[in-house]
């Protein structure tokens, strides 16, 4: 994929984060993956239909997102992952979703997003694309999240 | 055996699909037949490489692909030769994708999902047209 | 969408593809209303779509289902859903039923214009999926091969 269109997911998702108070965050890796995974508990899903089409995934552990609800209801502690960080989280990766399409179509890319789907569980594996992932690492107070980029050309 | 020739040779068969699966499913309809696959291909870009080095009698091709997709493959494939003759496979085939198909000269379908016999007979509709 | 109307489209299109690609009858129950969320038998297969309608279609089951149904299809037996051929089975699965139902839905409304996004798959253990202000319908469905759920959740789309 493209350098361009990887780093309006970035910006996006930067963006986004900045806005809802999560601070800090630092991008400390960018690389292809194979297509299985089973490393994180909380993964949401956003679909992308039109000029590229694919699959954008959040990803991070519980104990990350919980973190990450917490910054967003301004401190306020959250012990579990329920319906409220899950509200939350969803919302978070909508809207890095819908910042990455607004900066892709500034690049003349037009890009329609579904719905996120927030899948939580454990010793999770997942196939997200027949061809390659990127995944881009970021670091922060919160702890670690993982934004992987599985779109065809 | 339907896939074999009048004089007994195999039709050469060109599979491109983005689901190894559907090659599988395409491999285990054709070759019991006597149909040979001689190349396949994952996505339009490599299918377009592929067919510059083999001489298939029929592609398959799915329409939805990463990189180049299926219709853009065919025509791209059809502006080499334009007598290739190539039967597109698949799973969405609205009213507007069969009338954009249309107009770039691709009229032969194969709806997904599709039975053994449904593709050896499709395949074979094609080939002696 | 309007999902009373569709949701007949959706168990259509898995009724056929269980038939044409598996050779497996499927006996379908009602349509619920199942709220923002649901609990995975242990596979699900989604497929987001985008268009005058935007949201997802999953296809879910338990892993021992979707091995037999790769062995089925495939003709080989696999231990465990991590194995590619495995989840990319259920992908194309997925993949089918859902191109199928929205060619007739697009068909049935001009100008709808849904489009797919690749198919996606997740495998795991007290795996639960959400969508978070959307109300999903579902209807479970009885195999020889087992228990299968689909589920499909909707809003109107920008077009």
């Known amino acids: 994929m493209d350098i361009k269109y990887i780093n309006s997911f970035i910006n996006g998702f930067l963006n986004v984060t900045e806005m809802m108070g999560i601070s800090g965050l630092q991008r400390t890796g960018l690389s292809k ?58 919302e978070l990766a909508n809207m890095m979703a819908g910042n990455s399409a607004s900066q892709l179509e500034g690049l003349g890319v037009k890009t329609n997003i579904t719905p996120p789907t927030l899948i939580h569980g454990q010793k999770m594996i997942s196939l997200i694309s027949q061809v390659e992932t990127i995944v881009v690492t970021f670091n922060g107070n919160e702890g670690q999240i993982e934004i992987n980029i599985a779109t065809e050309d | 055996m339907k896939g074999l020739k009048a004089d007994g040779s195999p039709y050469k068969v060109m599979s491109v699909d983005d689901s190894p699966i559907t090659r599988k499913m395409i491999k285990k309809a054709l070759e ?45 494939i059809k502006k080499i030769n334009s007598a290739q003759k190539i039967i597109m496979l698949s799973a969405m085939s609205d009213n507007d994708i069969l009338a954009d198909a249309h107009a770039r000269g691709i009229d032969d379908f194969c709806s997904k999902p599709f039975k053994p016999d449904e593709i050896v007979n499709r395949v074979l509709e094609v080939l002696q047209r | 969408m309007n999902l009373n109307q569709h949701m007949p489209m959706f168990i259509k299109a898995t009724v056929n593809v269980f038939k044409e690609m598996l050779d497996l009858k499927v006996s379908s129950g009602q349509v619920e209303n199942e709220g923002e969320g649901f609990l995975s038998q242990g596979f699900t297969v989604m497929v987001g779509f985008c268009g005058g309608w935007r949201g997802w279609f999953f296809l879910d089951m338990s892993q021992a289902t979707a091995l037999k149904l790769t062995e089925i299809l495939i003709g080989e037996q696999y231990q465990t859903v991590a194995e590619e051929e495995v989840l990319l089975s259920g992908a ?46 579902s209807v479970i469905m009885q195999t020889e091969a087992g228990t299968i759920k689909i589920n499909v959740v909707a809003e109107e789309g920008k077009g």
């Open chain 1, 33 to 90: 993956k194979a297509k299985l995974r089973t490393d994180n508990d909380i993964n949401i899903i956003i679909g992308l239909v039109g000029d590229i089409r694919g699959n954008v995934v959040l990803a991070m552990h519980e104990a990350t997102a919980c973190k990450i609800a917490s910054t967003m209801m301004g401190g306020m502690p959250v012990e579990k992952f329920d319906a409220m960080p899950r509200s939350a989280l969803s």
């Open chain 2, 32 to 76: 019991p037949e006597g149909f040979e696959i001689i190349g396949e291909a994952g996505n339009g870009k490599e299918a377009v490489e592929l067919y510059a080095k083999i001489k298939p009698d029929i592609i398959t091709m799915d329409v939805t692909m990463p990189i180049m997709d299926g219709l853009d493959a065919a025509l791209a």
């Open chain 3, 92 to 137: 194309e699965v997925g993949n089918i039923i859902s191109g199928n139902a929205i060619t007739n839905i697009n068909n049935s409304q001009p100008g709808l214009n849904i489009r797919l996004t690749p198919p996606s798959v997740f495998a795991g253990e007290d795996m639960s999926l959400f969508n978070v202000r959307l109300s999903a319908h």
